[in-house]
């Protein structure tokens, strides 16, 4: 995802000045089709993170200092590695490593975000920043920026201000809250179309198609296990968590002392669509068109008050999955925690999950009452026209009836 004509600025930290200046050279002739490079180059590691700190940039190019050489006065033989720690907890964007040391930091890689070269091989430099800048996060990082700040003046400016004679009598850690729900809120409701309008796409093509990227919270907020996590097991696949979330609630190891209430954790078993009983059925039989009983049972997997099954659609690496309510087990949250957590469902989709789950559960098997007395004296019977009242049984009628006879 690139933007036509799009402005990009590139960060180059190296304290070799005649490398730095062949790389730039090279990045202004072998890029300017993804649009205008600013460059700026640094050759002191103290400088780019104070520059890193007040200026934003899409994309570093960063050397790996030697430890055996001098250090700055700050940071004692800093060695980039470090650098780049601090890059990532200050502005993180996305890193090329070009540096003579690469297996210092080999480790970090992950293209075409961070991705490492060898400083005699700028060629593959310039390779690497192009497809850093052509991954499309420089540009989307940007603007979510620039919306959340936008978002954030206007709330303050038509909201907080004019009421301020209401607020100002408020406990002032209480309007924090109120910020940060109001913009959770105004994101959750108008992000996708106000990126893809900033972008120049829809919002399928920013953030996928809205119904089903909307389901998922990818990766999961919390850092704990939860309710609705949809988890991976290595040796038998996919499961949903059922367990409420105020059993799970659990404080990091170091970060306090509350543990959760829940020693084993639901799970409702999830299978690949493509693998569930019922469309190997229909396949088997030919995957007929209409009429079949096999083609029957499979779409009532599809029906709302299916009381026995949920699908969940596919969305990146979650396959379309068919959630079982009555395969369900009960596992050690202490072997849980092992599992990988692929993805959160997201409000209100996890609500709907457990609620279904709690109805499959809790239903009543009740006898079928038959009403068609009732229809037939509302005249709701076929036959176009309301009965007589004496057409009706009339429990009293009858019992003197029978007193007198």
């Known amino acids: 995802m690139t933007e036509g004509g799009a402005v990009y600025r590139v960060l180059i930290v190296e304290d070799e ?23 700026h180059v640094e050759n002191d590691f103290d400088e780019a993170e104070r520059l890193l700190e007040t200026q934003a940039f899409d994309l570093v190019v960063l050397d790996v200092r030697d430890a055996t050489r001098r250090g700055s006065a700050a940071h004692p033989n800093l060695q980039g590695r470090e650098l780049y720690d601090r890059i ?3 502005r993180w964007v996305p890193v090329v490593f070009c540096t003579g040391l690469a297996e210092q930091v080999s480790d970090l890689a992950q293209p075409p975000l961070i991705q490492v070269v060898p400083k005699n091989r700028l060629d593959d430099a310039v390779t690497a920043i192009r497809e850093g800048l052509e991954s499309g996060v420089p540009v989307l990082t940007r603007h979510i920026t ?14 907080i201000a004019p009421n301020w004679d209401r607020l100002g009598a408020v406990d002032r850690s209480q309007i924090a809250p109120v910020l940060v729900h ?34 998922y919270l990818m990766p999961p907020v919390t850092r704990h296990v939860t309710a609705a996590d949809v988890l991976r ?27 959760a209430k829940a020693e084993y954790v639901r799970l409702a078993k999830a299978v690949p669509l493509s693998e569930a009983p019922l469309i190997a059925r229909w396949k088997k039989a030919g995957s007929p068109a209409k009429g079949s009983r096999e083609r029957n049972a499979a779409l009532e997997m599809f029906r709302d008050n299916n009381a026995r099954y949920r699908i969940l659609p596919k969305y990146l690496d979650i396959p379309d999955l068919l959630v079982d309510f009555e395969i369900v087990q009960s596992v050690p949250l202490a072997e849980v925690r092992s599992w990988t957590r692929v993805a959160t469902l997201d ?25 068609e007395n009732i229809k037939q004296s509302l005249g709701l019977d076929g036959k176009g026209k309301v009965a007589a009242q004496d057409s009706v049984p009339n429990p009293r009628t009858t019992t003197k009836d029978a007193k007198k006879s």
């Open 17 to 39: 000045v005649d490398i730095a200046e062949e790389l730039s050279e090279m990045l202004l002739e072998e890029l300017s089709d993804l649009g205008t490079l600013h460059i």
């Open 88 to 90: 990532a907890k200050t």
């Open 146 to 159: 620039a919306l959340v700040d936008e978002h954030v003046r206007g709330f303050l400016r038509d909201e």
């Open 182 to 215: 109001r913009l959770a809120a105004w994101l959750k409701e108008n992000a996708a179309e106000a990126l893809g309008a900033a972008l120049g796409s829809s919002e399928d093509r920013v953030m996928g198609h809205a119904s089903t990227a909307r389901m």
């Open 233 to 259: 097991n290595p040796q038998d696949g996919w499961w949903l968590v059922l367990t409420p979330a105020c059993d799970l609630y659990e404080d990091l190891p170091g970060g306090g002392n509350r543990a």
């Open 347 to 371: 409000s209100p989709f996890a609500e709907a999950m457990l609620t279904s789950h709690g109805h499959t559960v809790a239903r009543i098997g009740t006898p079928v009452v038959d009403f």
